[in-house]
């Protein structure tokens, strides 16, 4: 028993699970302004499998495309997949038996959700691919995370709403400008790779003005949908804390002082997403 549960936990590391936290809030969030409060519990049900396959099977697709370069890389050598912890037909395994899961939770679903999906899987795949000929793969992987939210209003309606769109807008913003801080700290690797990033392209210190405006724009467009959806003084709270958490996000990160990235990307992230949710769920429930 103690062997099974030391194998989920490997798998859990590989896929990076705690970093749902990311864009399930946001999807959350869109569900409930979809059914204009709790959904029924089959859809509720629905969507969380999606999600989570979603997320599962994109991030373990990641680290099975990308083993010979993490092994490469002094700051990845140590994933699972380079180390020989995991086989990548397990990883094969997790990332069909996943993606199967957000086609079935589709199809559960709605037709347009099931119509859609094969977009998403388009998005999920070519993303862990990106960094070998553009750019703008942080762009793309903020567009792949911010289908959540659009989709959850899918699932919810069976049609797209505006709103949704506006979160996805803001996911897809906030997703890229924290990955190109995180992709600061891999700037002469990728430069000595031909690998491709914001950071190589531009340089670190106007990847990092780029982040920000990133940021900016989508902190208004939350703004903008305070005004839209009407709601309280509770969502315009959290509004101001998730502000002052990412100018905390980009001072604690400097073109010459990299030691944060983790932090400033990751971490404080995580937390900005939980309190959009809380704050949004709180303020639709008792205050709208």
Same mark, same amino acid.
């Given at each position: ?43 509720? &049900? ?9 997320? /599962? ?27 020989? +912890? ?29 119509? +859609? ?84 392209? &531009? ?35 959290? +509004? ?39 704050? /949004? /769920? ?7």
């Amino acid at each position: 028993m103690n062997m099974v549960f030391k194998k989920i936990k490997q798998y859990a590391d590989l896929v990076m699970f705690s970093h749902t936290l990311f864009s399930m809030p946001f999807a959350m969030v869109s569900m409930l302004w979809a059914a204009n409060g709790l959904p029924k519990m089959r859809v509720f &049900f629905w969507i969380i499998i999606a999600l989570i396959g979603a997320r /599962t099977g994109a991030n373990a697709l990641n680290r099975l495309v990308d083993k010979d370069i993490d092994a490469k890389n002094p700051r990845t050598a140590g994933r699972h997949l380079p180390l020989g +912890l995991v086989k990548s037909s397990e990883v094969l395994l997790i990332v069909v038996f996943s993606f199967a899961l957000l086609v079935l939770a589709a199809y559960e679903l709605n037709p347009l959700c099931l119509k +859609l999906s094969p977009l998403a899987l388009f998005l999920f795949i070519i993303y862990s691919y990106t960094k070998r000929f553009t750019w703008a793969c942080h762009i793309i992987l903020g567009i792949a995370c911010g289908g959540a939210p659009v989709g959850a209003w899918i699932a919810v309606t069976g049609k797209i709403g505006w709103p949704s769109l506006v979160l996805g807008a803001v996911v897809t913003l906030w997703v890229a400008g924290f990955d190109i801080i995180y992709g600061t700290q891999d700037y002469d690797f990728d430069k000595n790779n031909g690998l491709f990033s914001i950071p190589v392209k &531009f340089g670190i210190k106007n990847a990092l003005l780029i982040s920000t405006f990133f940021h900016v724009i989508a902190l208004l467009l939350l703004l903008y949908l305070y005004f839209y959806m009407k709601m309280g003084w509770l969502y315009l709270m959290g +509004l101001i804390i998730i502000g002052y958490l990412l100018y905390k996000e980009h001072s604690i990160v400097k073109p010459d002082n990299l030691k944060h990235v983790t932090i400033a990307s990751y971490d404080i992230n995580q937390i900005v997403s939980v309190l959009f949710f809380i704050f /949004t /769920t709180a303020d639709s429930f008792l205050v709208r």
